[in-house]
């Protein structure tokens, strides 16, 4: 039949599949020569799975209607008649010629793994049909019936396929348990990469005609690692062998070119199929699985920074800590407030007791000397209110002062700590990698303003001496990741390096672990690995392996050394520093003041009858008894001044007054 002869046909079976319920005009319905009963079996067993499925038909008229009307009457679930929905993992392939199926096992999607088909071949199949090589159907689960026989197509981890020929429907049940792959051995690749895998020493083999460079294992304390020992449970439960390679070239992993390409690493391998799985701290992510396979995640990494840990340090200005610059803003408007009230008080209702506030400069004085306590004169009539709370506060804010100064000058006081991407920006760090430029989109969040500088900051290196040189000049951040809670550097350093680091506290990326596999293995590898997880040996090897492979120099960088461990040290000059400048200004100005008064007094008097303030201040106090003081004050400045020591004409002076 020519192709367009089939086309033709397919359009008219699509018509009359779509006619109605009476969509067949045929008297007496054909026998089938599967029953109802085998058929529904058939069906069941061959997809347990998928839940639609594709339906191709090829034949005589009759061919058609029976196999259709059988189909109908056995399946329960969705399908779809000559067409293709990458949806429906199921494929029924009914044909009483051999070239109809093969042409349409041409258009099923074969390499998913998940892929089932069923074959019903309506003759007799000889034993040298094509449709017996297991190769053409790639990694799909095949079941083949016809009127000769019944066959299975062999697992796809299985290399031959072979069809194996069984004698009931029910033994076409497809195996859902732990897979055998009855010792085959598997092409694996990784690389030495703590605490996933330590496997170091390598072998130059050709492995399928290809030069590799193969582990060797048969060292137990390189036969390590997190990945490896999960990686090797999964072996010894599926009954494969293995043998590990490095993948070539820098990159480890490889990565996506601007063309949509993968180049490089491990990746690559699995897209050329030299190797079936993969593993090593492989990253959940979107490039990674739209070329490949993945299994579920089994962990967890953060990417984070080791920074130089806070310096002790001692400031001049270590009197003024025990209040933030708030609280002594608040305390410098609050005295300049009270001293304006005081004074216009004073200057607006004039009294005895209150004259002495006339002067801002010694209401300010005298505010200060009763804040700190260390002035307390007796005459506070009129004022009295007010000089009690302002006492009161002042004793609450020296308190304060003074226990958490006492805390303070006798405990260490560190530098910042460096645990965000501003401040590891702002504190000038630069940091480095071995190898290739990495993605840096990987690393960072480029879209935040201060991680889009990290990359700017970032230096290669060639070696370890070139990374021990940077960290000793303490303006260099150590990359690496958290795994299990512990710090691991991306590349080698040795434990003295990590003395002066601490670990960052926001992490500047995540995700999530691990492996890469071709697609016949997901399923099985996934099963293996979520049972791993839910009886806890995952859960072992990572503990059991960070216990044992973590130095003590990555857990010191967890734990912060800037803290106040109780412990007292004795006060240096430069915390007091401050106060002894206040010092030094006071007895420098107070010298002063005296100098000047000397120099005032040896000058000769203007005149003999100069009287000092103060004592015509007490004069005018004396004759107040009857006279208002300011009445009297004014009098007494109009008169003829005298010497303090005349008392005769004191007396005199008040008896005139009065």
């Given at each position: 039949m020519e192709?367009g002869?089939k086309?033709?046909e397919i359009k008219q079976?699509?018509l ?5 319920e009476?969509?067949?005009l045929?008297?007496?319905?054909p026998?089938?020569?599967i029953s109802e009963?085998d058929y ?7 997809f347990?799975f998928?839940r639609c499925?594709n339906?191709?038909?090829?034949g ?5 209607e029976?196999?259709l009307?059988d189909f ?11 067409q ?10 009914i044909s ?5 199926l093969l042409?349409t096992l041409s258009?099923?999607p074969?390499t998913?793994s998940?892929t089932e088909i069923?074959i019903?071949?309506n ?5 040298n ?5 297991g190769s053409?159907?790639?990694n799909?689960n095949v ?6 026989g019944?066959?299975?197509?062999s697992e796809?981890f299985?290399?031959?396929r ?6 009931r429907?029910?033994d076409l ?8 792959f009855?010792?085959?051995e598997?092409?694996?690749a990784?690389?030495?990469n ?7 020493r390598?072998?130059?083999k050709t ?7 193969i582990y060797?294992?048969?060292?137990d304390?390189e036969?390590d690692?997190i ?6 449970l ?6 494969f062998?293995?043998?590990i ?6 990159y480890k992993?490889g990565?996506l070119?601007?063309?949509?390409t ?5 990746i690559?391998?699995l897209?050329a199929?030299?190797i ?11 490039d990674?699985n739209?070329?490949?396979n ?7 990494l953060?990417?984070?920074f080791?920074?130089?840990r806070?310096?002790p340090?001692?400031?001049?200005l ?8 708030l ?5 410098i408007?609050?005295?300049l407030?009270q ?17 002495r ?12 000397g ?5 002035w307390m ?5 009129g ?6 709370f302002w006492?009161?506060a002042g004793?609450?804010?020296v308190t304060?002062?003074c226990?958490?100064?006492?805390a303070t000058?006798t405990?260490?006081?560190y530098?910042?700590?460096i645990?965000?991407v501003k401040?590891?920006?702002?504190a000038?760090l630069?940091w480095g990698?071995e190898?290739p430029?990495p993605t ?6 480029l879209?935040?303003?201060y991680?889009?500088?990290?990359p700017?900051?970032f230096k ?9 040189l ?8 150590i990359?690496?990741?958290v795994v299990?809670?512990v710090?691991f550097?991306?590349n080698?350093?040795?434990g003295p ?5 601490r670990?960052?506290m926001?992490?500047t990326?995540g995700?999530?672990l691990?492996?890469?596999m071709?697609?016949?293995?997901v ?11 839910e009886t806890?040996?995952?859960s072992?090897y990572?503990?059991d392996?960070i216990h044992?492979?973590a130095s003590?120099?990555l857990?010191e ?9 109780g412990?007292?040290?004795p006060?240096a000059?430069?915390p007091?520093t401050s ?6 200004v006071?007895l420098?100005v107070a010298?002063?003041?005296?100098l ?5 007094k040896?000058?000769?008097?203007k005149?003999?009858?100069l009287?000092y303030p103060?004592n015509?201040?007490?004069d005018a106090?004396t004759?107040?008894g009857k ?5 009297a004050?004014?009098e007494?400045?109009i008169t003829?001044l ?6 005769k004409?004191r ?6 007054i009065q």
């Amino acid at each position: 039949m020519e192709d367009g002869e089939k086309s033709g046909e397919i359009k008219q079976l699509a018509l009359i599949v779509f006619a109605g319920e009476n969509r067949f005009l045929v008297h007496e319905e054909p026998k089938s020569w599967i029953s109802e009963t085998d058929y529904r079996t058939m069906l069941k067993e061959s997809f347990p799975f998928a839940r639609c499925c594709n339906v191709f038909i090829n034949g005589t008229f009759h061919e058609v209607e029976q196999s259709l009307n059988d189909f109908l009457r056995a399946y329960s679930y969705s399908y779809i008649i000559l067409q293709s929905s990458y949806d429906c993992q199921g494929y029924l392939l009914i044909s009483s010629t051999e070239e109809n199926l093969l042409w349409t096992l041409s258009k099923v999607p074969s390499t998913i793994s998940t892929t089932e088909i069923l074959i019903i071949y309506n003759s007799d199949l000889l034993a040298n049909s094509r449709l017996f090589n297991g190769s053409i159907y790639n990694n799909a689960n095949v079941n083949l019936v016809t009127v000769s026989g019944i066959w299975s197509l062999s697992e796809n981890f299985l290399q031959p396929r072979n069809f194996e020929e069984i004698e009931r429907y029910t033994d076409l049940r497809f195996k859902n348990g732990l897979s055998n792959f009855k010792g085959r051995e598997l092409q694996i690749a990784s690389y030495y990469n703590p605490p996933m895998m330590y496997l170091k020493r390598t072998v130059k083999k050709t492995v399928n005609g290809i030069q590799a460079e193969i582990y060797l294992t048969d060292n137990d304390s390189e036969r390590d690692g997190i990945e490896l020992r999960m990686f090797m449970l999964i072996a010894e439960r599926l009954n494969f062998t293995w043998s590990i390679r490095s993948p070539p070239g820098e990159y480890k992993y490889g990565r996506l070119t601007d063309n949509n390409t993968w180049e490089g690493g491990m990746i690559s391998q699995l897209l050329a199929k030299e190797i079936d799985l993969a593993f090593g701290g492989i990253w959940l992510k979107a490039d990674h699985n739209m070329l490949t396979n993945l299994t579920g995640p089994w962990g967890l990494l953060e990417i984070r920074f080791l920074v130089p840990r806070p310096k002790p340090f001692t400031s001049f200005l270590a009197l003024t800590k025990p209040f933030t610059p708030l609280v002594w803003t608040s305390v410098i408007l609050t005295l300049l407030w009270q001293t304006c009230y005081m004074t216009i008080r004073a200057r607006v209702k004039p009294q005895e007791s209150t004259k002495r506030f006339r002067r801002f400069s010694y209401t300010c004085m005298e505010l200060v000397g009763r804040l700190i306590g260390v002035w307390m004169p007796r005459r506070i009539s009129g004022v009295k209110i007010q000089l009690q709370f302002w006492q009161i506060a002042g004793l609450v804010l020296v308190t304060a002062y003074c226990s958490s100064l006492a805390a303070t000058l006798t405990g260490t006081e560190y530098e910042e700590r460096i645990d965000t991407v501003k401040q590891f920006v702002e504190a000038g760090l630069t940091w480095g990698k071995e190898g290739p430029l990495p993605t840096f989109n990987e690393y960072v969040n480029l879209n935040d303003k201060y991680s889009a500088i990290l990359p700017q900051r970032f230096k290669s290196e060639k070696n370890y001496q070139e990374r021990h040189l940077r960290i000793l000049e303490g303006k260099y951040g150590i990359v690496g990741r958290v795994v299990g809670g512990v710090f691991f550097p991306d590349n080698d350093v040795e434990g003295p390096d990590f003395h002066n680091y601490r670990l960052m506290m926001n992490p500047t990326g995540g995700y999530y672990l691990c492996f890469a596999m071709q697609p016949w293995l997901v399923d099985k590898v996934n099963m293996m690995m979520l049972r791993a997880i839910e009886t806890g040996f995952k859960s072992f090897y990572l503990k059991d392996v960070i216990h044992r492979r973590a130095s003590s120099s990555l857990r010191e960088v967890l734990v912060e050394h800037d803290k106040n461990n109780g412990t007292t040290i004795p006060l240096a000059l430069t915390p007091l520093t401050s106060g002894f400048v206040m010092l030094t200004v006071g007895l420098t100005v107070a010298s002063v003041v005296f100098l000047f008064e000397l120099f005032s007094k040896n000058k000769p008097e203007k005149s003999s009858d100069l009287m000092y303030p103060k004592n015509r201040d007490s004069d005018a106090a004396t004759c107040e008894g009857k006279k208002d003081f300011r009445q009297a004050r004014k009098e007494l400045n109009i008169t003829k001044l005298i010497k303090p020591g005349n008392t005769k004409h004191r007396r005199n002076q008040c008896s005139r007054i009065q």
